[in-house]
Structures are given as C-alpha cells and as structure tokens.
C-alpha cells in the first residue's frame, strides 16, 4: 500500500515549507491523540491567493485555492508529525470562502481541499466539513481551511 508522501509525490506535490502565524496563536495543536491545525490560507509558490469568488474569482480558481489550503495543511501535519502516515484519518475541515452575497457554490469551492485529502490519504482522507462563506478573509485571501484530524 502507498503512502501518504508517495501519494504527493505520485500527484506532482512538493509541500512548502509551513506557513508561519501571523498573529497570536500557533500553527497546530496536538492533543491527545487529536491534531489541530489552524485555518490555511490560499497560499501557493507565486504568493497569496486573493480576491472573492462570484465577483473575480470563478468557481474552478476558487477550488485551486481551496486545493493550495489542502497542500498548506498537510504541510503543517507534516511539520507536526514528522511522517504523514502517523495521520490515522482527517476527522474535519471547516472551509471559509470570501465570497460575493450571491455566490452560493460555497461547497463546491471547498471540494478542492476535500478532494485532495481523499487523493492524499485514502478512505481515511473521507471528514466530516463545514463549509461558510464570508464578506473577507485575513490577508484578502479567498480560502481559509482548518482541519482536525486523528493520530496515531
């Protein structure tokens, strides 16, 4: 069976180095046999990814930034565990989407990091999600997702 860093490697992924807080709390938690993560911005190797979906972002440029979420948590599970095979399961996602009042595919937006965790880790990449939408994000960024998962 593969791995989860093999996984990466068999979809073209290079995870960057973990983003750093930008304000009072820690990038990750771990509690018991729980690892939190905090909310992970759009962010990819050209920078921030910012701007609001329904006004001038479309959908599929929102689930590439939902997608670079999903890269930037698993960089931060990563840096927490050493080896991603320690993750047993991605219990939870909770997605923030910059989002125009009338742009209503907010969980589609979000599939894009839902997407990657399954293609990453499997069955175990399955998680329960919530998915919001928000009038603005920290940094202009169009996706925030954080993520809760199970260790072992």
């Known amino acids: 069976m593969s791995t989860p860093e093999s996984r990466l490697t068999e979809l073209g992924i290079t995870l960057p180095q973990p983003m750093a807080a930008v304000a009072n709390y820690v990038p990750f938690v771990i509690s018991g046999s729980q690892l939190y993560v905090s909310g992970q911005v759009s962010a990819g190797?050209?920078?921030?990814?910012?701007?609001?979906?329904?006004?001038?972002?479309?959908?599929?440029?929102?689930?590439?930034?939902?997608?670079?979420?999903?890269?930037?948590?698993?960089?931060?599970?990563?840096?927490?565990?050493?080896?991603?095979?320690?993750?047993?399961r991605v219990v939870k996602l909770g997605g923030?989407?910059?989002?125009?009042?009338?742009?209503?595919?907010?969980?589609?937006?979000?599939?894009?990091c839902s997407d990657l965790m399954v293609d990453v880790f499997g069955e175990a990449g399955r998680h329960a999600r919530?998915?919001?939408?928000s009038p603005v994000l920290p940094l202009g960024v169009a996706v925030e997702v954080d993520g809760v998962f199970e260790i072992g």
Request: charged share 20%; glycine share 10%.
């Open 130 to 133: 919530s998915a919001v939408a």
């Open 45 to 88: 190797p050209d920078g921030l990814v910012k701007g609001r979906l329904g006004e001038d972002m479309t959908l599929e440029q929102g689930q590439a930034a939902a997608r670079l979420c999903g890269i930037n948590l698993i960089a931060q599970c990563k840096a927490a565990l050493g080896d991603l095979s320690k993750l047993k």
């Open 96 to 112: 923030f989407v910059n989002a125009h009042p009338d742009f209503e595919q907010i969980p589609q937006v979000i599939n894009g």
